[in-house]
């Protein structure tokens, strides 16, 4: 895809593409996030990449994130039932033994 841009002539504040990032459901669309990315005859499609580049290191980190809250609580989960079948194998160990 290519993009191109003429700024106005006279400066003036620097051009900015705004990107709307929406989520649609059956019956309406909700606005997640408004980004304003600063566009300028010095954007190359090599920074247009590292930007791209650091969202998915960044989107990368964060699932790592949730699996690691996930794997901690199944730890947990784990540990519990352990410790509740631990139990009821010592107690019936001891009725055994009376």
Do not use: C, H
């Amino acid at each position: 895809m290519d993009f191109s841009i003429s700024p106005p002539p006279g400066g003036g504040d620097p051009p900015t593409l705004g990107i709307r990032v929406i989520r649609v459901n059956a019956s309406d669309a909700t606005t997640l996030a408004l980004l304003d990315y600063p566009v300028s005859s010095d954007t190359t499609v090599s920074s247009a990449v590292a930007l791209n580049e650091n969202k998915e290191q960044r989107r990368l980190r964060d699932e790592v994130v949730k699996l690691k809250a996930l794997l901690a609580a199944r730890d947990s989960e784990l540990a519990e039932v352990q410790a509740v079948t631990g139990e009821s194998a010592k107690a019936e160990i001891a009725a055994r033994a009376a």
